[in-house]
């Protein structure tokens, strides 16, 4: 059974359409990539998702109405990391790990309680962070204020966590650290979906992808069955071999040029 369910998806803006009924599962358990080229519109349904923007059709996780439940109660529910987050706050990196037990805590509570603290110190183990807690969060590095956002995120303890490219700031080493982590949340038997760019790290690292094009679904199941020429020559313009990658099991992407035609910038 399918943890998080989306029919008929659609949001407009300025009377365009930017994505357009819209109908995907991403199971439990499980890590959905959500990969499309840009402008496809993945930013954009990861927060019509949360009902962060107007949105029509229905989004159900775990059979309740994501979107339209009070804020409150879906940031215990669910947590989302955005491309990039900033904030003009003098905050420390662990201040911002630390809003993530917001959702948790009782109206009466004025700070983190010893269980807070205890899941904040573990959020920042498990992203490498520890050593950065202290430090001003606006004086960190592009890569490891993600770091701390997604620490931040494990802190809500969420069932499901959205993701937006949270490997585009990371070296390689940090993105296959990062997406082992969010692999381990899955056996764990959260829902993750995750936006990325990288289609060899999608097809290695995730159980199910949902293929987006020009706000419209264009494919979505096992990687596997996802990721043929066929498709990318279709929806990325690329031509493309698939080759069996010998650690992984799984396919690697080979392309034969950078487009189907040359680029003219007139």
Do not use: W
Request: glycine share 8%.
């Amino acid at each position: 059974m399918s943890a998080l369910s989306v029919t008929g998806l659609s949001v407009r803006r300025g009377g365009k359409s930017i994505l357009s009924e819209l109908s995907f599962n991403a199971p439990s358990a499980a890590v959905t990539g959500l990969i499309g080229p840009n402008g496809a519109g993945k930013s954009t349904l990861l927060m019509a998702l949360l009902g962060l923007i107007p949105a029509t059709g229905e989004v159900r996780f775990n059979n309740k109405d994501l979107p339209n439940m009070p804020r409150r109660d879906r940031a215990g529910l669910a947590a989302y990391v955005e491309q990039a987050a900033n904030t003009e706050e003098r905050l420390t990196a662990r201040d911002v790990v630390a809003l993530g037990r917001i959702p948790h805590e009782s109206v009466f509570q004025s700070g983190p309680s010893a269980e807070d603290d205890v899941v904040i110190e573990a959020a920042l183990v498990e992203t490498g962070m520890t050593a950065f807690s202290d430090r001003r969060f606006d004086t960190l590095s592009g890569g490891e204020q993600q770091r701390i956002h997604v620490a931040r995120a494990l802190a809500q303890q969420p069932r499901l966590l959205l993701l937006d490219e949270p490997t585009s700031h990371l070296d390689i080493r940090a993105q296959l650290q990062l997406l082992a982590l969010l692999r381990r949340r899955a056996t764990r038997g959260a829902t993750l979906l995750i936006a990325l760019h990288d289609l060899n790290l999608a097809a290695r690292c995730c159980d199910h992808l949902v293929v987006l094009q020009n706000g419209r679904l264009a494919a979505a199941g096992a990687p596997e069955k996802v990721l043929t020429p066929e498709l990318l020559l279709a929806t990325y313009g690329v031509h493309a071999r698939l080759l069996p990658d010998p650690i992984s099991g799984r396919s690697s992407i080979v392309y034969d040029n950078a487009a189907t035609d040359p680029y003219d910038p007139d």
